[in-house]
């Protein structure tokens, strides 16, 4: 299985910076896509960044200019930066990442996301 654990949540003031980390760890899967997403209180989750292997970043609208999504592979650490933040970017915000691994000797694979405990990021004076 593979576990997920977010850091660098906590309160800032607006206009300020987080760094939000993730560390993946655990086997059996190979890891092709991570992302963080968000949840306000009486909110649905959204996607906030991606990263694919090998492919383009994506972000939501509302945080392109703004946040800035990394990875580091050789520490298996997935990271988001969050400058100019706004009482809007409050949330819980969660570590996801998709993969696959063969399950049978014909090579059928299997899919799966995993996700983080999340981290909480308020943005107040």
């Known amino acids: 299985q593979v576990q997920l654990v977010e850091s660098g949540g906590g309160l800032v003031q607006p206009g300020g910076s987080l760094r939000l980390s993730c560390i993946v760890s655990?086997?059996?899967?190979?890891?092709?896509?991570m992302g963080w997403s968000r949840q306000a209180p009486g909110k649905q989750r959204e996607l906030v960044a991606g990263?694919?292997?090998?492919?383009?970043?994506n972000y939501a609208d509302s945080v392109k200019g703004r946040f800035t999504i990394s990875r580091d592979n050789a520490k298996n650490t997935v990271y988001l930066q969050m400058n100019s933040l706004k009482s809007e970017d409050t949330a819980v915000y969660y570590c996801?990442?998709?993969?696959?691994?063969?399950?049978?000797?014909?090579?059928?694979?299997?899919?799966?996301?995993?996700w983080g405990q999340g981290t909480q990021v308020t943005v107040s004076s």
């Open positions: 996801t990442a998709r993969g696959s691994k063969i399950v049978n000797v014909e090579g059928a694979r299997v899919r799966r996301e995993f």
């Open positions: 655990g086997s059996g899967f190979s890891i092709d896509y």
């Open positions: 990263i694919p292997t090998g492919g383009t970043t």
